[in-house]
């Protein structure tokens, strides 16, 4: 007969199941800032499945769970970084914009989606000018900058109303494929987990306390979707707020203290400190519950959080998220970090 522990573990595989299933289909949904109806739709249908109400801001976010007089709000963003056609080349290539701070040489050679205004898709690749080594000597060494990179259609175009008789028009999305993969050592790999994972991590949360939950608790769940380009959460954030929880990605790399198997908490980013009272409660907590657990200081970061207070919005904040390498390149995490960053909003929402 088996016993509480072995019914105690298989609950715990179950729900981490559910929250990489949550994870894979996000990343699966294009979402570029600009572009995020489809990824909001798809967290509605799920929190109006478990009978959690949700409201639109005008900007398109999502919010869910005690809606109508929160005291914390609980935040990640669901737009990712992406591009937009900026026109097309004599040569039948496309030229592009970046949305949101790409990382150019880890996306040369992403196949990528044009998605057009009337619904019709194309696919392409992500290239520098003149990419073939036979012909051009330089093609290793030089810049990879917007300016000298392009579109490759696969289509049949050589010059410039070849795409113009496609439908193909400037301000059309360009999308890059995630990749997501889950590997049998429990790492997460994928693009644009900043942040997909934190998305999949509160929602998770949301669901675990329930609509009765969410209103006992006062707690309020935001889905933003202009993170990547600087005003995700300038509005939107009820009234009756008075502290901010976001969660976002943790930082992975030289001379920063995350690990991909923890929960970053951070002390401080290029914005300033965050709330000294939250982060000291949520290391607290996560120390007390055996959270694994990084506090951390992030150079070369920006937040909702700090969005939220620079749009002058009277609130605590905090931030914490899942340790994440490569940020805004081919990312990875592990689903222990997914788990214990989900684990601390759920302790800190509880108490």
Same mark, same amino acid.
């Given at each position: 007969m088996r016993g509480p522990a072995f019914h105690v573990r298989r609950r715990k595989e179950y729900r981490m199941q559910q929250m990489i299933e949550f994870l894979s289909a996000l990343s699966g949904i294009p979402s570029p800032s600009g572009m995020t109806g489809e990824a909001?739709?798809?967290?509605?249908?799920?929190? =109006?499945?478990?009978?959690?109400?949700?409201?639109?801001?005008? !900007?398109?976010?999502?919010? =869910?769970?005690?809606?109508?007089?929160p005291d914390l709000v609980v935040a990640a963003h669901v737009d990712t970084l992406g591009?937009?056609?900026?026109? #097309?080349?004599?040569?039948?290539?496309? #030229?592009?914009? !970046?949305?949101?701070?790409?990382?150019?040489? #880890? &996306?040369?050679?992403?196949?990528?989606?044009?998605?057009?205004?009337?619904?019709?898709?194309?696919?392409?690749?992500?290239?520098?000018?003149?990419?073939?080594?036979?012909?051009?000597?330089?093609?290793?060494s030089t810049e990879r900058k917007q300016e000298n990179m392009h579109i490759r259609l696969d289509a049949e175009v050589s010059k410039r109303e070849?795409?113009?008789? @496609?439908?193909?028009?400037?301000?059309? &999305?360009?999308?890059?494929?995630?990749?997501?993969?889950r590997?049998?050592?429990?790492?997460?790999?994928?693009?644009?987990?900043?942040? !997909?994972?934190?998305?999949?991590?509160?929602?998770?949360?949301?669901?675990?306390?329930?609509?009765?939950?969410?209103?006992?608790?006062?707690?309020?769940?935001?889905?933003?979707? &202009?993170?990547?380009?600087?005003?995700?959460?300038?509005?939107g954030i009820p009234r009756s707020c008075t502290r901010m929880l976001v969660t976002d990605m943790g930082v992975v790399g030289e001379k920063a203290s995350g690990i991909?198997?923890?929960?970053?908490?951070?002390? !401080?980013?290029?914005?300033?400190?965050?709330?000294?009272?939250?982060? #000291?409660?949520?290391?607290?907590?996560?120390?007390?519950?055996?959270?694994?657990?990084? @506090?951390?200081v992030f150079p070369f970061y920006g937040s909702d959080a700090q969005t939220a207070l620079a749009a002058g919005h009277d609130i605590r904040v905090a931030l914490i998220g899942p340790g994440v390498s490569a940020s805004h390149g081919m990312e990875r995490t592990h689903e222990k970090g997914l788990a214990a960053t989900r684990d601390l909003i759920l302790a800190y929402v509880r108490e």
């Open positions: 909001v739709a798809w967290l509605e249908r799920k929190a =109006a499945a478990a009978g959690i109400p949700t409201t639109l801001t005008n !900007k398109g976010g999502l919010l =869910a769970g005690e809606i109508d007089s591009a937009m056609v900026s026109g #097309s080349n004599p040569d039948g290539t496309l #030229s592009f914009s !970046k949305i949101g701070g790409l990382i150019l040489p #880890s &996306f040369e050679a992403e196949y990528v989606t044009v998605f057009g205004c009337d619904g019709r898709r194309w696919r392409g690749t992500l290239l520098l000018n003149n990419p073939a080594a036979h012909v051009n000597r330089e093609a290793g070849d795409v113009e008789s @496609l439908g193909i028009r400037t301000g059309d &999305f360009i999308c890059f494929d995630p990749r997501f993969e590997t049998a050592t429990g790492f997460l790999k994928s693009r644009f987990l900043d942040d !997909k994972a934190g998305c999949a991590a509160i929602l998770d949360a949301l669901l675990r306390l329930g609509a009765g939950g969410a209103r006992e608790h006062r707690a309020c769940f935001f889905f933003t979707n &202009f993170e990547e380009v600087g005003h995700g959460a300038s509005a991909e198997t923890a929960v970053s908490i951070c002390v !401080k980013d290029s914005n300033g400190p965050y709330d000294l009272g939250m982060r #000291s409660r949520l290391a607290a907590l996560a120390a007390e519950r055996g959270i694994p657990h990084r @506090l951390d």
